[in-house]
């Protein structure tokens, strides 16, 4: 609904204006604070916490989910031999610190010259709703990266 959408975009320049991140239920309509109880009990039943890597970041304990021991049968990696690369970073790309906000896409020196949506870099460029794909797409990047007087954290 249009009001529910405008109190999150509210909140979000709150924290925005004060500096402070959160993590707020604006949908108190359609999303419980508890969340949805049938589909967190399946949850747990099936999945247990586990260690994830994440793109730009490495790994972040007990950030993933993983199958547990009766349904590890349904496990594609063990089941088809999938093998999981490591995480790589390519040299100057900043994308884990701007997926963290520790940094603008335009402070990484490869944005917007060697890393551009035709030719991504990093996670952040490689699709549409990724940060660095958006910010040069209607940040108005043609083909050099620029910087935002202020915005150094």
Do not use: K
Not at 89 to 98: K, L, Q, S, T
């Amino acid at each position: 609904e249009p009001d529910s959408m405008l109190r999150g975009l509210l909140r979000l320049a709150e924290a925005a204006r004060d500096g402070t991140p959160v993590l707020d239920n604006t949908y108190a309509g359609v999303v419980a604070p508890e969340g949805n109880p049938q589909a967190r009990a399946i949850v747990d039943r099936v999945f247990t916490p586990a260690d994830a890597t994440w793109r730009a970041m490495g790994v972040i304990p007990d950030s993933g989910l993983t199958l547990r021991a009766a349904y590890a049968g349904f496990d594609a990696r063990t089941r088809f031999g999938v093998e999981v690369d490591a995480d790589c970073h390519a040299p100057g790309c900043r994308c884990g610190e701007v997926i963290q906000g520790r940094c603008e896409p335009a402070q990484c020196g490869l944005f917007g010259t060697t890393c551009t949506p035709i030719r991504p870099i990093g996670p952040c460029m490689v699709s549409s709703e990724g940060t660095c794909a958006a910010w040069y797409r209607y940040g108005g990047v043609s083909t050099a990266p620029r910087s935002r007087a202020g915005s150094e954290r």
